[in-house]
């Protein structure tokens, strides 16, 4: 017998995108002469995203951020991410890596499997802000155009004066378990090869909770009704500015009636077929550890 999920202590997780350390000091971000101060300071540096794609050096055996000075840096608007360990100003500016000598860019899942959690948490970090600012060139209120404020923080519109802000998403995952029978849900969607299964999410709505967006989701999309729902851990999903929160839910019904629209298959899997899976070595695929489901999935075995 396991010991219940509900309740037992949790095991060590390793989350991806996780373990940001920059100082992000918004009152610089609110003092424009602070700003420029920063913008001028000679360690400043500048990380570039070539569609947003960040560019890591030419030619390294493990990728490394490329992170350019000032005079090297596109002449574009440019994020504040904040001030690093060695008190050294970091930005992030959308770009070409061929105007740069050395810089290749890399596909941001690619490379934060490679890289350890705190750069990585700052990827996401640059990814979500200049994908953001690409994307709001014009006031959603008066159609007018927005220009950067606050260190990349904030859009103003040029018409109306309307304050526009970056958003974060979150969206619920969740590993409901079938506690009788030791046994989780998985399920596919279209868009992924057959024979790889993840855990279930979707985008937690107005006026309702997280656990309620867990319970609403399962039962939309496998009709799965459910009881208890714990919160496990969250972690960044710049594609484009998700917060993945994971959570254990409580099957409390087991036939599965899938939404066909969203998933493809749907599955009760045992222990041991996931801890296979996990391994590689299942008779189905599972994300990898930097999505969340891995963590969920590896928490579950691991209890
Ligand atoms: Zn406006």
């Known amino acids: 017998m396991h010991p219940d999920p509900f309740t037992a202590p949790l095991p060590p997780l390793t989350l991806g995108f996780t373990g940001n350390r920059i100082d992000r000091d918004d009152r610089i971000r609110r003092d424009p002469e602070a700003l420029w101060a920063m913008t001028m ?20 055996e493990s990728p490394e951020l ?5 005079s090297e840096a596109p002449r574009a ?4 991410l904040g001030i690093d360990a060695e008190g050294a100003p970091r930005f992030a500016v959308a770009g070409t890596a061929s105007d740069l000598d050395d810089g290749e860019p890399m596909d941001a899942r690619a490379l934060a499997s490679r890289l350890d959690g705190a750069t990585a948490g700052l990827v996401a970090q640059a990814r979500s802000l200049v994908d953001w600012h690409a994307r709001h060139g014009f006031c959603a209120a008066c159609g007018a155009a927005t220009r ?8 103003v519109c040029q018409g109306c004066a309307a304050e ?8 619920a995952i969740m590993l409901a378990i ?7 849900l ?5 868009r992924f090869p057959k024979g790889f299964l993840s855990a279930l999410a979707g985008f937690v709505e107005a006026g309702e909770t997280f656990e309620e967006a867990v319970a609403r989701e399962l039962y939309e999309e496998a009709g799965i009704r459910t009881g208890r729902v714990r919160y496990v851990a969250s972690q960044p999903w710049p594609f484009p500015s998700n917060l993945m929160m994971g959570a254990f839910a409580e099957a409390t019904s087991f036939e599965i009636r899938i939404d066909e629209e969203e998933l493809e298959e749907v599955a009760w899997m045992s222990r041991d077929d996931v801890r296979s899976a996990l391994a590689g070595t299942g008779p189905f695929a599972v994300p990898p550890p930097l999505a969340i489901a891995h963590t ?5 075995i691991d209890l």
């Open 186 to 190: 998985l399920g596919r969607q279209p």
């Open 164 to 171: 526009h802000f970056p958003r974060t998403d979150p969206v």
């Open 296 to 300: 969920l999935l590896k928490a579950w």
């Open 77 to 80: 608007d440019a994020v504040f």
């Open 148 to 155: 950067p404020d606050k260190g990349g923080y904030a859009r």
């Open 66 to 70: 490329l992170w350019v000075r000032r």
């Open 41 to 60: 300071n000679p360690a400043a540096r500048w990380l570039v995203l070539d569609q947003l794609n960040p560019v890591v050096r030419s030619g390294t």
């Open 178 to 184: 079938d506690l009788e029978r030791d046994l989780c």
